[in-house]
C-alpha cells in the first residue's frame, strides 16, 4: 500500500511540484529545503508523520558492516548537508545513513556564484560549492547535542583557501580529524574526501606516494571509526588500482566509487547545457558508468579488504540494485533527491524490496558482487 503513495507522491512531485520549485535558483532551493528538514526532524510529532509517510522497513535490507547496523543500504551523500541540519529528519524519510559536509578544519565561503544549477536534459546538476562549510569546530559543536537514528557520518577534506602547501593541507586534514574525534561524537563513521574536482589547489592526493603520506598520518590518530575514502571517477582502472593499493595497505575500511564528473565531453551531458557553466563539474547520469567500472574494478580487486559503497546516477531502486549487484554493500546519492523528490529514499528501498525477493534473495548482503561472481564463473567455464 505504502508503495503506491510513494509512487503518487513521486508523481506529483515531478509533475507538478518541480514545475514551481525549478523556476527558482538552485542554490536558494537547495538551503531553504535543507532549514525545512532541519525544522521537520525538531520535533517528535513531524518526524513520526514523516516516518509514517514515508519509511519503508525490512529485515532484507539489514546489514552489519563494520560493526554499524544499517537497517537500510541507501544513504545521503556528501554536499548535501553540510550545515549538519538533517540528521534528525533523514530517518523519517527512509534513509538508511547520511553523511554529513565535506567539512574542512578551517570555515570557507565557498566559491564565486555560480555554484548549483540542475541540468534538467542531462539528469544532472553543475556543482562548484568548494565545500562551502562553517568548520570543524562549528558542526563539531552543533552535533555533539545529538543522538542518531541512522549511522551518521562525517565527511573531510581540505580547507579552500588555495593557501596550502601539499605539507600543511595534509597537516589541515589531520587537524579536522583530530578536532572530530575531541568531540566524541556519536557518528559512526568519517568519509576522507580526496576527490573534488572545485578545489582551488595544487595539493593532490592521486600520486599514490602522497595519499601514502596522508593515509599514514591519519592513521596514526588511531581512530577507532570506520574511514571511507571518497574517489574521483576520471581516473584510468590502472591509476584507480594503484590508489586502492596504498588505501588497503593503510588499512583504511572502505571506498566510496566516487565523486562528480570532469569530463565535459560526457555523452551523457547536454552539451548546451554545460556550455551555461564554464565552472564547476557534474553530478547525476554523467557519473554513472565510470562510477559502476570503478565499483566493478574495486570489488574484483579488494572485496574481502575494502568496503565499497557506490554512488553516481543513482534515481531509482533498479540504478541502486544495479550497484549492489557490482560490489557496493551501500549506495549514496543526491542527485537522484532533488530529481526524484523526498520520496525517493522510500521508492528506493521499496522498489529493492521487490527486486531481491524476485531473485530469491533472504537479505542484500546475499546480492553484493553477484553480478561480477557470475562473470568469473562464466570466464572460468569458458
Ligand atoms: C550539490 C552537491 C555538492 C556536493 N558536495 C560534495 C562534497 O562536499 N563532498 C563530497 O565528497 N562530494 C560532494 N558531492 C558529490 C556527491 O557526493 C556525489 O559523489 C555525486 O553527486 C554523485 O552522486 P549523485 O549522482 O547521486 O549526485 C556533491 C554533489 C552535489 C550534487
Known amino acids: 500500500m505504502k508503495k503506491y503513495w510513494l509512487r503518487f507522491y513521486?508523481?506529483?512531485?515531478?509533475?507538478?511540484?518541480?514545475?514551481?520549485?525549478?523556476?527558482?535558483?538552485s542554490e536558494l532551493i537547495h538551503n531553504l529545503l535543507v532549514r525545512y528538514g532541519e525544522i521537520l526532524g525538531k520535533t517528535l510529532l513531524t518526524r513520526k508523520l514523516a516516518f509514517f509517510i514515508f519509511n519503508i522497513k525490512s529485515p532484507i535490507?539489514?546489514?552489519n558492516i563494520k560493526g554499524i547496523?544499517?537497517?537500510n543500504p541507501i544513504g545521503l551523500a556528501a554536499g548535501f548537508d553540510y550545515t549538519a541540519s538533517l540528521t534528525q529528519i533523514l530517518p523519517s524519510i527512509g534513509f538508511g545513513f547520511g553523511t554529513v559536509g565535506t567539512i574542512t578544519n578551517h570555515a570557507f565561503e565557498g566559491n564565486p556564484k555560480p555554484r548549483l544549477a540542475r541540468l534538467l536534459k542531462s539528469k544532472s546538476l553543475m556543482v562548484?560549492?568548494?565545500?562551502?562549510?562553517?568548520?570543524i569546530d562549528a558542526v563539531g559543536n552543533k552535533l555533539k547535542n545529538y543522538n542518531f537514528q541512522i549511522p551518521i557520518g562525517i565527511s573531510i577534506g581540505q580547507t579552500n583557501t588555495g593557501k596550502f602547501t601539499q605539507e600543511s593541507a595534509v597537516e589541515d586534514i589531520v587537524t579536522a580529524f583530530k578536532k572530530a574525534e575531541e568531540f566524541d561524537l556519536k557518528t559512526k563513521y568519517y568519509e576522507l574526501n580526496i576527490s573534488c574536482p572545485n578545489l582551488n589547489t595544487k595539493v593532490t592526493f592521486y600520486d599514490p606516494d602522497k595519499l601514502d603520506e596522508l593515509l599514514?598520518?591519519?592513521?596514526?590518530?588511531n581512530i577507532k571509526k570506520p574511514i571511507f575514502v571518497k574517489m574521483p571517477i576520471d581516473k584510468n582502472d590502472k591509476e584507480a588500482l594503484s590508489l586502492l593499493d596504498v588505501i588497503s595497505k593503510n588499512k583504511m575500511?572502505?571506498?566510496i566509487f566516487g565523486n562528480l564528473q570532469?569530463?565535459?565531453?560526457?555523452?551523457?551531458?547536454?552539451?548546451?547545457?554545460?556550455?551555461?557553466?564554464?565552472?564547476?563539474?557534474?553530478?547525476?547520469?554523467?557519473?554513472?558508468?565510470d562510477s559502476n567500472r570503478l565499483i566493478e574494478l574495486a570489488y574484483k580487486n579488494y572485496k574481502d579488504k575494502l568496503i565499497i559503497i557506490g554512488?553516481?546516477?543513482?534515481?531509482?531502486?533498479?540504478?541502486?540494485?544495479?550497484?549492489?549487484?557490482?560490489?557496493?554493500?551501500?549506495?549514496?546519492?543526491?542527485t537522484g533527491l532533488i530529481f526524484e523528490g523526498p520520496a525517493a529514499a522510500a521508492l528506493i528501498n521499496s522498489e529493492l524490496i521487490g527486486l531481491l525477493k524476485k531473485d530469491g534473495y533472504k537479505n542484500v548482503k546475499q546480492a553484493v558482487g553477484i553480478n561480477v561472481n557470475k562473470l568469473a564463473v562464466d570466464k572460468a567455464s569458458l
Open 10 to 25: 513521486n508523481y506529483i512531485y515531478k509533475h507538478l511540484l518541480t514545475k514551481v520549485i525549478f523556476l527558482f535558483n
Open 253 to 255: 575500511d572502505g571506498v
Open 311 to 334: 554512488c553516481g546516477g543513482v534515481f531509482n531502486g533498479q540504478d541502486a540494485y544495479h550497484k549492489i549487484k557490482l560490489g557496493a554493500s551501500l549506495v549514496q546519492f543526491i
Open 216 to 221: 599514514t598520518k591519519i592513521k596514526a590518530l
Open 262 to 289: 570532469k569530463n565535459r565531453n560526457n555523452k551523457t551531458l547536454d552539451k548546451n547545457e554545460t556550455a551555461k557553466y564554464p565552472v564547476g563539474n557534474f553530478s547525476g547520469k554523467p557519473t554513472w558508468e
Open 61 to 63: 535490507l539489514s546489514q
Open 128 to 135: 562548484n560549492k568548494g565545500f562551502k562549510n562553517n568548520g
Open 69 to 71: 547496523t544499517f537497517e
